[in-house]
């Protein structure tokens, strides 16, 4: 078992551009959850999927931050026009349900010039 | 609101001695903690729950309802036990987890 996986490792962005990040859970896993990470702070939640279904989206910035996570393939957070403040450390974990242990993957750092 | 403090950003100690890395917790519910490690260089991974009462690494960790703490401690750490140590608190049905700032713990020889 490959464990999560996230992708890109790192991505450079400019101001503006749109950052699209990826996370494959754990084989069987269906639940994805998304945290990101600021310098010299804990890891904060911002979301929590299911296939097809946005259950806790209670953490998410309001604008330009939208997650995804379809019947196929990768679940995606994609932040529209970047700014500088979006620089951070994102995790994806997975768990086989809510309420296990959550599996984390090695993270994207996003980095806005 | 849930909140979880570790006061210490940085814990130095000699190979062999005891450690303690501090967690305190506020929440209301029933909490569900755990401890995260994440090693030089790779991901985050689960180290201990505090239901499972599980001995891992040589690392314990009680929950202190009282004191509403969970704090990690090991008899005589080790130098490969350097790495960072996050305290996390589970909420709404452990849907989330709500995290701590940190420790780093360096062990030195």
């Known amino acids: 078992n490959a464990g999560v996986m996230q992708n890109p490792r790192h991505l450079v962005r400019r101001r503006g551009q749109e950052a699209r990040l990826r996370c494959s859970p754990m084989?069987?896993?269906?639940?994805v959850y998304w945290y990101r990470q600021l310098p010299e702070e804990g890891l904060k939640f911002m979301v929590y999927?299911?296939?097809?279904?946005?259950?806790?989206e209670s953490g998410m910035p309001k604008e330009r931050f939208s997650a995804e996570f379809p019947k196929e393939g990768p679940s995606i957070l994609r932040i529209q026009q970047v700014v500088r403040g979006d620089s951070a450390a994102y995790f994806c974990?997975?768990?086989?349900?809510?309420?296990?242990?959550?599996?984390f993957g090695p993270g994207t750092r996003l980095l806005v010039l | 609101a849930q909140r979880v403090t570790q006061p210490e950003k940085l814990l130095s100690v000699f190979k062999g001695a005891p450690v303690e890395l501090k967690c305190n917790y506020s929440?209301?519910?029933?909490?569900?903690l755990f401890w995260y490690v994440q090693y030089s260089r790779q991901r985050l991974q689960l180290l201990l729950r505090?239901?499972s009462r599980e001995s891992i690494k040589g690392f314990t960790a009680d929950l202190n309802k009282g004191e509403t703490s969970f704090h990690l401690k090991k008899p005589f750490a080790q130098e490969e036990d350097s790495a960072m140590y996050y305290c996390?608190?589970?909420?709404?049905?452990?849907?989330?987890?709500?995290f701590g700032t940190g420790t780093r713990l360096l062990v030195s020889p």
């Open positions: 974990a997975s768990s086989i349900q809510g309420g296990e242990t959550q599996y």
């Open positions: 999927l299911q296939k097809e279904n946005i259950i806790d």
């Open positions: 996390a608190l589970g909420s709404r049905g452990f849907q989330k987890l709500v």
């Open positions: 929440y209301s519910g029933s909490p569900e």
């Open positions: 505090h239901i």
């Open positions: 084989k069987g896993h269906s639940h």
